[in-house]
């Protein structure tokens, strides 16, 4: 683990109300905030890859709750009036 903290962080949960995700994608070698820092091609696309994988699971989990969710309503008001 490497790295320091992002004050905004906290600001953004308050205002928010939700938790987030920071994922370092650099790797130790590229020298961070150096004068010769850099950032190979390779872990870019990675990181898109990474994205993509990240934003598709977590929409089918959100699609999936959304389905149990109608399940569970359409089973416990069955036959009832609302």
């Not at 994988?53 to 009832?80: A, C, I, M, V, W």
Request: hydrophobic share 30%; charged share 30%; proline share 4%.
């Amino acid at each position: 683990r490497e790295g320091g903290s992002i004050p905004i962080i906290q600001d953004m949960k308050e205002i928010l109300g939700a938790d987030s995700l920071m994922l370092g994608l650099a790797l130790p070698d590229c020298q961070i905030h150096a004068p010769n820092e850099n950032y190979s091609v390779e872990n870019f696309q990675k990181g898109i890859e990474m994205s993509r994988e990240l934003f598709e699971g977590t929409f089918q989990n959100l699609r999936l709750h959304e389905r149990r969710k109608k399940r569970l309503y359409s089973r416990n008001y069955r036959g009832r009036y609302c």
